[in-house]
């Protein structure tokens, strides 16, 4: 079960630290991530997924949330159930990266986004190789 702390935690690490365009700068999603549930109560219309400034609120939610789980699941004892969440929170987190990348080939800061998640698309793809082939 040790064999798993390091790619799982490497994979959050780098999944918080996705170079994101915000305003007028450039910041990290573990930002928004902390920043994401005071919007998401204060906002009813949060959940808004048509422009990247819009999708940033409930994709960093969506990542924090999963980040969570993928963490948690390195507590989990039985083996096969482990394997499950950790495929499951971490094939999600891809998905979720790709909802924020979605128009990369029209928005700069899609692009920026993408090219600076690559490092934690391919830890993920180790980690999924880790737990399935290992």
Not at 52 to 58: A, F, I, K
Not at 60 to 78: C, V
Not at 93 to 121: A, C, E, R, W, Y
Request: some cysteine; aromatic content about 14%.
């Amino acid at each position: 079960m040790k064999k798993l702390n390091f790619p799982v935690i490497t994979t959050v690490i780098l999944n918080s630290f996705i170079v994101i365009g915000a305003g007028h700068g450039l910041g990290i999603l573990l930002i928004y991530e902390i920043l994401s549930p005071r919007f998401i109560l204060a906002d009813s219309n949060a959940f808004n997924w048509d422009h990247y400034d819009e999708r940033l609120v409930p994709v960093a939610f969506l990542s924090l949330m999963f980040q969570l789980f993928l963490l948690m699941s390195l507590k989990i004892k039985r083996r096969q159930l482990q394997k499950i969440l950790i495929n499951v929170f971490c094939i999600t987190l891809v998905f979720i990266f790709f909802i924020l990348v979605k128009d990369f080939s029209k928005s700069n800061v899609d692009t920026l986004s993408l090219i600076s998640g690559v490092p934690f698309l391919i830890s993920s793809l180790f980690l999924l190789f880790k737990v399935n082939y290992k």
